[in-house]
């Protein structure tokens, strides 16, 4: 599913170039959970924000699903944003303005899915949360937790073949970040898709199904998780 | 995905009310003044449109000099009656033509049987074929016969419902005296014509139809002047038709020089461009002879209401820029959800939709309250909704809409959809600089703006008082001005009701000047000098001491036949030392027994014309509609009624009109006054408007540097230090403005002082004055904003990172 070939990234300031990312080549294949791991500034985030193409690296190249998306115009950007990807935040990232309802509705709106479709989706995915009697609540007016499952419901609401989740439970407490953990090692076995997640604790990593430790920019380490 | 645009833009907007109620308001204003400009605008061109026939209908006018108050030469509308009648034989495109009166804005005496005389303006007397010119539709008698009888009177509806009460009123007859000692005249009521929808040029309450105007005098020499109309056919070839105006104008004016003194070789030689043109109606309006036109008088009105919009629409991108890191986030997740730039801008061009739509609602509510007051104001009569071209104005509205909508919101909605997701989303988002530069620079563009308007009004003020203060060279204190002409019997009773001093009579005074150029020979200088008939006691009453030599009087019996009297411009033209010297004019011989100083008859945008005052009537006398009364006494109210009694001995029909010459004066200013009066409103709302923006910002900016000003308050700085460097982001903007707009504003005001001919110097102090007041009220608008930075508590602050 996903192709990286000698990606590199870099900042150069007053002629000195500063690397974030080095000699990047892995697969990752449909249905597996990934975390991401290694120390602060070591390019996790980097790597995800490449992997979800909202940064382009300086040098290698990117094959998603089959296609170079290196340098991607943004309309078919877009395209892949709107059908194939989805995106999980640690400062969830809800639109303050937007009720529950309606937050989980916009990427729909955005594909261009019709009214029955969209309403019988959200409320799968209202019903799947227990969030129903909470649909019309503004972000402001829930935890933390809640905030958190109504972005992944938003993020599935466009039912995406992977997720991108960046340190998604970094702002939890631990038992709703267990909650959120379980919910994704479910999405991942029982629907099929694909979770890469950037994350610091060992404890997060363990529900997934592949880990790989970055330093420096560079992978160390790329093993699967022996599921005890 | 539009209604939940609508209800994010909603949401919004309630969630940041205080920005959004100054955005919404100072756009309100600044539509407001557009929309009442617009709206005039719209008035002023609807001018004689009110007919589609009106195409064909042409004015006759002429080049000439004769009855122009400074006697050049003009394209007037009053014209030698006997064109008409050649035009009509010469032109065969014309298909009908007619004689009209001018509008002497005099009050006519107006008496129904039983009724109470009314006093009239706008009756106009003309020939039998002014409704075949002018189309108008009649709502009572027939159009074609309406003016065919002599003695016969069309009225407008409204004033035959004044006259009458009602409309059944053919063949009913009224009594009009014209004039003072006119005889009265019965008319008899052959039509009602309905108002036009269109303000019209040729304005009249009532067409009177004399006979007089039938036909023109049989002796050659004897000129009467009129406005002339002309309907053509059709309005195709209008050049070839002016060329054959032209011809038999000047084949006509030839025919007249039968003076042998003074031929028509001559008549060009000293300057004169006779020329003569059919001038189509619908543009009569916008290019008047003698004054500027309503265009030119609009110009510095509309340069500052699109300041006024255009402040209110930075006030907008301003806020709107400076708020936008607020809502970056929401751009960044849309954007990774699968919403295109396209699609955000649509959405935030929405947002700024909808505050133009409040701003245009509340507009709508004020010009409503407006409108009257502005009708008023300027002596119009402009209503929106009853409006003849309302959905004309609608359409002006809604492309104004678009207009407003797009230049408040494309910027800020480009610079929020050009947002990386990348780094937004990474929440480490600072937006401190984006759009800095151009924010600053409206801020500096809007104090430009407000600080020229502030010295423009100090330098007025300081010219409106040098006006009301600068001699007149003559004594506008208790003198009245009765529109009446001299009448020695009259004059001689009125001289004896105690308080009275002088009575005297004259064309050229204050409110009511009329010029008169003739040709004179002194010394072997040929000269041009505007000749003046005035009475023995026209200088006394209007407070005039000699300068050189005398002044009239009756024990000299040579002033009743050859004696002048000249102002000092005129002394100076014929070579300064002057009294007991003689001139020619044609063949009459004069003598010039005096000189004063010269004194002002019209505003100060006007020069004192050099002229030569005489009470002969030797080489001819104007006609005088100044019977002016000098009293001695300030018990006005007492000895006018008495006046008033020897009038009615005489003029039993015709009430006395009359003004003071202190009123006629702060008439004179009356035009610059009504235009001060507006800068003042308009820069007072300038201001505050720039000063809301200002304001706005600072809250604003203070808001997001609470971090800063927290770190700085635990570092040791005092709250006047963080005061200070809240202000000094803003303070130096407003100094540059200032600099800026000392140019300008000194260009603007040469410009505005250089159509007076009496001004004062440029001043310095308005500009020192301007740049001090923008520097506090600037301090003070951040300052307010800045203190509470300032004594914040920064543990909060702090924590709530």
């Not at chain 2, 804005?105 to 075949?132: C, E, P, W």
């Not at chain 2, 070839?240 to 070789?265: C, R, W």
């Not at chain 2, 008033?644 to 008439?667: C, G, R, T």
């Amino acid at each position: 599913m996903i192709e990286l070939k000698n990606i590199e990234k870099y900042y150069s300031s007053k002629g000195i170039k500063h690397y974030v990312l080095r000699h990047v080549t892995t697969t990752i294949k449909q249905g597996e959970f990934v975390s991401i791991m290694g120390p602060s500034g070591a390019g996790k985030s980097t790597l995800l924000n490449i992997l979800g193409m909202l940064e382009e690296p300086t040098y290698g190249t990117y094959e998603f699903m089959e296609e170079d998306v290196t340098r991607l115009n943004e309309r078919k950007r877009i395209e892949l944003y709107r059908n194939h990807i989805g995106f999980v935040f640690q400062a969830y990232h809800l639109i303050d303005e937007m009720t529950v309802y309606e937050n989980i509705e916009a990427p729909l709106l955005y594909k261009k899915v019709g009214g029955a479709e969209r309403a019988s989706r959200i409320a799968d995915l209202l019903d799947r949360f227990n969030m129903v009697a909470k649909k019309d609540l503004f972000p402001n007016q829930l935890s933390g937790g809640q905030q958190q499952l109504v972005g992944i419901a938003r993020a599935l609401a466009a039912q995406p073949s992977i997720i991108l989740a960046d340190e998604p439970t970094g702002n939890l407490q631990s038992t709703q970040a267990e909650e959120i953990m379980q919910l994704f090692q479910k999405l991942n076995k029982e629907d099929g898709i694909t979770i890469i997640q950037v994350t610091h604790a060992e404890k997060n990593a363990q529900y997934g199904n592949r880990i790989l430790n970055i330093a420096d920019g560079v992978i160390k380490d790329d093993f699967l998780v022996t599921t005890t | 995905m539009f209604k939940l645009n609508l209800k994010i833009a909603w949401r919004n907007l309630w969630k940041n009310k205080f920005y959004a109620s100054i955005n919404i308001t100072g756009l309100a204003i600044g539509l407001t003044a557009f929309v009442l400009l617009l709206l005039y605008v719209n008035y002023e061109e609807s001018y004689d449109t009110w007919s589609p026939e009106l195409k064909n209908v042409y004015q006759v006018r002429a080049f000439h000099s004769y009855n122009a108050p400074d006697n050049k030469q003009y394209w007037q509308t009053s014209n030698e009656s006997r064109i008409a009648a050649l035009l009509k034989q010469n032109i065969p495109q014309i298909n009908a033509i007619t004689k009209v009166e001018n509008d002497w804005y005099q009050n006519y005496a107006l008496t129904v049987k039983n009724r109470k005389s009314l006093m009239i303006k706008g009756i106009r007397n003309a020939d039998s074929a002014f409704f075949k010119v002018m189309p108008h539709s009649f709502l009572k008698g027939n159009e074609a016969t309406a003016l065919s009888k002599p003695n016969s009177i069309v009225l407008k509806k409204d004033l035959a419902l004044k006259l009458f009460g009602n409309e059944e009123i053919i063949g009913k007859t009224i009594s009009i005296v014209r004039w003072e000692g006119d005889a009265v005249t019965d008319f008899t009521v052959t039509g009602i014509v309905s108002e036009p929808n269109t303000p019209q040029s040729v304005n009249f309450s009532g067409i009177i139809h004399t006979g007089e105007f039938d036909k023109d005098n049989q002796n050659p020499t004897m000129h009467r002047y009129m406005e002339i109309y002309a309907r053509l056919f059709n309005h195709e070839n209008l050049n070839q038709i002016n060329e054959n105006v032209k011809k038999v104008y000047i084949n006509n004016l030839k025919s007249t020089f039968t003076d042998s003194q003074y031929s028509y070789a001559e008549f060009l030689k000293s300057g004169n461009l006779p020329n003569c043109k059919l001038f189509p109606i619908d543009e009569a309006h916008q290019n008047p002879p003698f004054i500027a036109s309503w265009i030119e008088k609009i110009k510095p009105v509309s340069l500052i209401v699109t300041f006024l919009l255009l402040i209110s629409i930075i006030n907008f991108i301003n806020l709107a820029t400076a708020q936008s890191f607020q809502r970056a986030k929401e751009v960044g997740v849309k954007k990774v959800l699968g919403s295109n730039k396209g699609l955000l801008v649509w959405q935030f061009l929405m947002e700024t939709g909808l505050q133009s739509l409040f701003a245009l609602l509340i507009c709508g509510v004020l010009i409503e309250l407006f409108l009257p007051a502005f009708n008023q104001q300027l002596g119009l009569n402009i209503s929106f909704w009853s409006n003849q071209k309302l959905f004309f104005i609608l359409l002006q509205l809604f492309g104004l809409f678009l207009i407003i909508t797009l230049l408040a919101g494309f910027y800020p909605a480009t610079v929020l959809s050009n947002y990386k997701p990348a780094a937004v989303l990474k929440g480490s988002f600072s937006n401190s600089h984006k759009g800095l530069v151009l924010r600053n620079s409206l801020i500096v563009l809007q104090f430009v703006i407000s600080v020229t308007l502030i010295i423009a009004i100090g330098t007025m003020q300081k010219q409106v008082s040098f006006m009301n203060q600068k001699d007149l060279g003559f004594d506008k204190s208790r003198v009245i001005n009765i529109s009446a002409n001299y009448n020695k019997k009259i004059a001689n009773d009125i001289r004896k009701v105690s308080g009275v001093q002088y009575v005297g009579a004259t064309t050229q005074v204050i409110g009511n000047t009329y010029a008169y150029a003739d040709k004179i020979n002194f010394q072997g200088k040929k000269l041009n000098l505007n000749m003046v008939t005035v009475t023995m006691e026209a200088f006394p009453a209007l407070g005039i001491k000699p300068l050189q030599g005398r002044l009239f009087s009756s024990i000299y019996r040579q002033d009743t036949i050859n004696t002048v009297v000249l102002n000092e411009s005129a002394a100076k033209q014929l070579g300064g030392v002057v009294v007991g010297k003689q001139f020619r004019s044609y063949e009459n011989v004069f003598q010039i027994i005096g000189v004063i100083k010269d004194y002002h008859a019209e505003s100060f945008d006007k020069s004192i014309i050099p002229t030569i005052y005489k009470v002969t009537y030797l080489g001819g006398m104007s006609a005088n509609g100044n019977l002016l009364v000098r009293f001695n006494s300030s018990h006005y109210q007492i000895i006018i009624r008495k006046i008033e009694e020897v009038w009615k001995k005489y003029y039993p029909n015709y009430p006395m009109n009359y003004q003071s010459l202190n009123d006629a004066f702060i008439h004179s200013l009356e035009d610059n006054s009504r235009f001060m009066n507006m800068i003042v409103i308009f820069s007072i709302i300038s201001v505050s408007l720039s000063l809301s923006g200002l304001f706005a910002l600072s809250t604003f900016v203070a808001k997001r540097r609470t971090k800063e000003v927290a770190v700085r308050k635990v570092l040791g700085a005092s709250n006047m230090q963080i005061i200070n460097l809240l202000n000094k982001s803003f303070l130096h903007l407003v100094i540059a403005a200032n600099i800026i707009s000392w140019p300008i504003a000194y260009i603007l005001i040469k410009k505005w002082l250089d159509g007076f001919v009496y001004r004062i110097d440029m001043p310095v102090l308005p500009f020192i004055m301007a740049t001090i007041t923008s520097v506090i009220i600037a301090i003070l608008t951040v300052s307010i904003q800045a203190r509470k930075a300032a004594i914040g508590d920064p543990v909060k602050a702090l924590k709530y990172e």
